[in-house]
């Protein structure tokens, strides 16, 4: 019997556990974590109080048990010896595994700034620091953001819900510097400062100290001093992966190089989600080299798990590769980024009008589009369903032959181009382990979801049979009409 072993109860982690149980029912199979399972990317619905903590759970004992999944949580794994496969845990036993997941992810760095210590600074990377910040909050209290980085603007939106006295610190000279350009980032600084929320950009906190009303005070690069009762620290993530010296395993400063199976340079054993840096889709794509980098966001981290967990069952599953994506609420102002955003070296088509404000880029390489920027309103439904058809287009890297002209003429009339190219038909077809994924059996307090009945429009908007397309009554488009 194949003894698996699993480091990390995050969403790769348990994506891979629950993979290996559904390809192989005998093998053993133990997740190991120093925190509970839990999905750190809801924890800012938590904060602004609009689900309970307990949702924020992917599992407990019971439920890993009834898979035949043990599960040690609260436990970390301070050594692997890739040699003997081996690895030891806090209370100083030692396991043997036939295959090993590093699904540690990672952990919120932060800069020496003197006073980050004191008490009402915190990260906001884990459940226990949502549980201070959450502890610490008085009705309607003042917080400064130090970092204006995707996670960073997350918290902000929701302390925002929460209607807290908000400002926001950023050493960079803009917001957003690794989801937005300048445009789209000057946008938001706009939108952020109409709402009364400020933006100190290229300004550093030098040092954070306790005044004697209790509050504190930060001392800006620029002169300035900020009051507040909170601070959020969001200045960057690292991978965890120090208790792998001396293991045999690779490890590079952005995280564990893996390569289209998920496996390391150790046979045997695998990293998955904000550790690894794996295949990125897009790689191949144009004519220069993309850096390998952890892309650090939850869709790759399950993808990640999943591929693992099927090569660690026996199932032979290579990775096509993950897309980097961006999306952000940000106060009712829509971001997103996808793939080569950045446009380096490309063709661009971009549309803005800063009055409302809406931005969009779309990034090309010959007739496909590999990278696209958008931002705009949250009632700007055109656009929220255009991000989805975009970033389709740029997932399955479908040739738009003709339509790129289209496109680039009419870059606010995406639909058209999304149907002709096949882009839509491309995605229903692809499954991540050939099977169609599946509704996870984890349910808090044993609730299931609400039955849904299928309307009938829906079976022939997910079919790719086109008969069903018949069983639809025809809506006629206005000042489209037969002649009588
Ligand atoms: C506030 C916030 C908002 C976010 N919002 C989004 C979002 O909107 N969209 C998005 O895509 N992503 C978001 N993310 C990022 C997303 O949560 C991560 O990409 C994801 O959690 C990575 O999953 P993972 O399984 O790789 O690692 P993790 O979720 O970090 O889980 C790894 C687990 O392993 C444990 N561990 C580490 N070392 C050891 C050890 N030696 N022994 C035992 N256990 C160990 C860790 O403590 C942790 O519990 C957000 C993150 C945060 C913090």
Redesign the pocket.
């Known amino acids: 019997m194949a003894r698996h072993i699993i ?7 348990v994506a891979a556990a629950e993979t290996i149980r559904a390809h192989d029912a005998d093998a053993s199979v133990s997740l ?4 509970p399972a ?4 809801v ?2 619905y938590y904060l602004a109080q609009e689900i309970p903590e307990k949702h924020v759970l992917t599992g407990d004992r019971d439920y890993f048990a009834e898979r035949g999944i043990e599960a040690l949580l609260g ?4 050594r692997v010896d890739g040699g003997q496969k081996t690895l030891t845990l806090s209370d100083g036993t030692t396991r043997a595994f036939d295959s090993l997941l590093i ?4 952990s919120a760095q932060q800069p020496p700034i003197p006073g980050s210590d004191l008490e009402g600074v915190y990260a ?3 459940l226990d620091d949502a549980q201070q910040v959450i502890a610490k909050a008085q009705a309607t209290p003042s917080a400064v953001l130090i970092g204006a980085g ?2 960073g603007f ?2 902000l939106n929701a302390m925002a819900k929460l209607n807290w006295k908000l400002s926001v610190v950023e050493a960079e000279d803009q917001v957003l510097p690794r989801m937005l350009d300048a445009t789209g980032a000057g946008a938001v600084e706009g939108w952020l400062t109409a709402r009364d929320i400020a933006v100190h950009t290229a300004t550093q906190v030098q040092e954070i100290r306790r005044n004697a009303d209790g509050k504190l005070s930060l001392a800006l690069s620029s002169g300035q001093a900020l009051e507040a009762d909170l601070v959020i620290m969001a200045t960057g993530i690292r991978p ?1 992966s120090d ?1 792998l010296v001396g293991s045999g395993v690779s490890v590079e400063p952005g995280g564990i190089p893996v390569d289209d199976r998920m496996q390391t340079n150790v046979p045997g054993i695998y990293a ?4 690894a840096i794996g295949p990125d889709i897009l790689a191949g794509r144009t004519a220069s080299d993309i850096p390998a980098s952890a892309h ?6 399950v993808d ?2 999943r591929i693992a967990g099927a090569n660690m069952a026996g199932h032979e599953t290579h990775y096509p590769g993950s897309l980097l994506l961006n ?2 609420d940000v106060v009712n102002l829509h971001c997103a980024s996808f793939g080569l955003w950045r446009d380096e070296g490309h063709d661009t088509t971009t549309v803005f009008n800063a009055s409302r404000p809406i931005y969009r880029k779309y990034v090309w390489h010959e007739d496909r589009i590999v990278g696209a920027l958008f931002v705009g309103p949250i009632d700007d439904v055109t656009m929220l369903n255009d991000v989805g058809m975009v970033k389709g287009l740029i997932q399955t890297q479908q040739p738009l032959g003709d339509w790129a002209a289209y496109i680039k003429a009419n870059p606010t009339d995406v639909r058209r181009a999304y149907v002709a190219s096949g882009a839509a038909q491309a995605l229903i077809g692809r499954t991540l382990l050939g099977t169609p994924a599946r509704d996870r059996a984890y349910r808090v307090d044993g609730k299931t979801p609400p039955a849904w009945d299928k309307t009938a429009t829906h079976g022939p908007l997910v079919s790719t049979q086109s008969e069903h397309y018949r069983e639809l009554n025809p809506t006629p488009t206005p000042g489209i009409g037969k002649a009588e």
Request: charged share 5%; hydrophobic share 50%; aromatic share 10%.
């Open positions: 480091i990390g109860a995050g969403p790769a982690g190991i974590s120093n925190e839990y999905s750190r990317m924890l800012p436990t970390a794994v301070t699904a540690t992810g990672s906001f990377w884990t995707f996670i997350i918290v965890n208790f998955a989600g904000d550790v650090a966001i939850q869709p790759t981290a990640h798990g999306v952000l």
